[in-house]
Nanobody, 124 residues
Framework: QVQLVESGGGWVQAGGSLRLSCTAS????????MAWYRQPPGKQREYVAF???????VYRDSVKGRFTISRDNAKNTLYLQMNMLKSEDTGVYYC??????????????????WGQGTQVTVSS
């Protein structure tokens, strides 16, 4: 079972930037698709960005042009560069791994395990 540790969150003013990191262990990182999710206050967990094992990317509409997902297979690390942050980006951010693209891009995806997440707060 994959173990996930997210980091890099914090408080930032609207328009600012943050870079999140996620280290994964316990599985073949390079063979997995990876994704970032967030859970805004009082809402369900939603997918934010997705990267296939081959490096293709998909983003939810609200973050296109502002967020960039990337991966470093040599370091077993996933990244999310977040620019031009908005107050609606506030939430706890999580990463996860898997093989099923449909499952991984659902709202509130049912995946085997989750890390502790990292809090992102954007102040307007």
């Amino acid at each position: 079972q994959v173990q996930l540790v997210e980091s890099g969150g914090g408080w930032v003013q609207a328009g600012g930037s943050l870079r999140l990191s996620c280290t994964a262990s316990g599985s073949d990182f390079s063979a997995n698709h990876m994704a970032w999710y967030r859970q805004p206050p009082g809402k369900q967990r939603e997918y934010v960005a997705f990267i296939t094992s081959g490096g293709s990317t998909v983003y939810r509409d609200s973050v296109k042009g502002r967020f960039t997902i990337s991966r470093d297979n040599a370091k077993n690390t996933l990244y999310l560069q977040m620019n031009m942050l908005k107050s609606e980006d506030t939430g706890v951010y999580y990463c996860n791994a898997g093989q099923n693209i449909v499952t991984m891009t659902m709202t509130n995806p049912q995946l085997p395990s989750w890390g502790q997440g990292t809090q992102v707060t954007v102040s307007s």
